[in-house]
């Protein structure tokens, strides 16, 4: 058995042909291959949507969530048991539309895992209606008149609230994302990768060939701890698109400044339900 064969599950996937997903699934297998993850110690969570499908295509743990809130169940769980490898997979509209305050404050506390945003820039799952990060002036049969608003950058929102390792990802380089995913998994605190994908169905404009016409490849053996110079990076999305590690940066990582954390996982510790019910009393009765 190959190492990605680790992870292949028996659900059927009814993804379009030639949706982005595909290039991201394949991605993931492959660095949690290389990285040597066993299945049982990858936990896989998502929101709502059709990137928010991906871990049923995965075996794995996984918790498909609610709309906008994979980044809070992510953290619940890394807080019961740290020894997991937790990835979220969340698309544009579920991170950073219904998800947008999550999105913030997850940065902001940098507890150690990585969440792949899936941006086809459009709601896929609901047909299409315009996402937080479509072009201004894209027509959908929702905005028939154009988008009227300037788009939201994820990597750019993420440089701002402190992020310590951010990077932008494209669906049909597969071995590229690859290495970007096993980077991020290997960083020690929260890491984001912003991943264009075609929507082959719902957004006509930025299409594999739009951007196969703008990506190109960022050298990542360079240091990347320039703020500016990420800044700079995150925000050439027009004819030329860079992919790669825009920034990487230690940070002070959240779940190990948890004191009671200190002694191990949450899910070690003995399950005292009288313990717990007497403390659940306190709280309903005072
Ligand atoms: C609270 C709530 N609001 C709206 C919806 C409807 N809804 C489901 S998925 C979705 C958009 C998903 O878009 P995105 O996250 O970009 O994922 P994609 O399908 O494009 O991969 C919306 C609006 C919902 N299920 N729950
Ligand atoms: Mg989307």
Not at 38 to 47: D, F, R, Y
Not at 55 to 70: E, Q, S, T, V, W
Not at 193 to 213: G, L, M
Not at 233 to 242: H, K, S, V, W
Request: a neutral charge; one cysteine or more.
């Amino acid at each position: 058995m190959s190492d990605k064969e680790l992870y292949e599950s028996a659900y059927k996937n009814q993804w379009c042909p030639g949706c982005g997903n595909f290039g991201i699934l394949e991605a993931m297998k492959d660095a949690f291959g290389k990285l040597n993850i066993a299945p049982e110690k990858l936990l896989i969570v998502s929101g709502i949507g059709q990137a928010a499908k991906t871990p049923h295509f995965m075996k794995c743990n996984f918790l498909h969530g609610i709309h906008g809130r994979a980044l809070s169940l992510a953290l619940g769980a890394k807080i019961a048991n740290q020894d997991l490898n937790i990835v979220v997979n969340s698309g544009d509209g579920d991170c950073y539309g219904e998800g947008g305050n999550h999105f913030i404050h997850a940065v902001r506390r940098n507890a150690d895992m990585t969440l792949l945003v899936h941006d086809n820039r459009i709601y896929g799952l609901t047909k299409g209606q315009a996402s937080p990060t479509s072009a201004r002036g894209m027509t959908t049969p929702m905005q028939p008149d154009g988008v009227i608003a300037e788009p939201l950058n994820g990597p750019a929102l993420a440089l701002t609230m402190g992020a310590g390792f951010v990077a932008r990802g494209f669906s049909g380089n597969v071995q590229h994302l690859s290495s970007l995913i096993q980077a991020a998994v290997q960083y020690k605190g929260f890491s984001v990768i912003d991943i264009f994908q075609p929507c082959v169905t719902f957004n006509r404009v930025n299409t594999a060939q739009w951007y196969k016409e703008r990506i190109y490849e960022l050298d990542n053996t360079d240091s990347r701890d320039d703020f500016h110079q990420a800044m700079k990076l995150a925000f050439e999305t027009g004819d030329r698109i860079p992919v790669g590690i825009l920034y990487a940066k230690k940070k002070q990582e959240f779940i190990s400044q948890i004191k009671t954390l200190e002694k191990g996982p949450l899910i070690d510790r003995p399950y005292d339900p009288d313990r717990l019910g007497k403390t659940a009393q306190e709280y309903i009765l005072s």
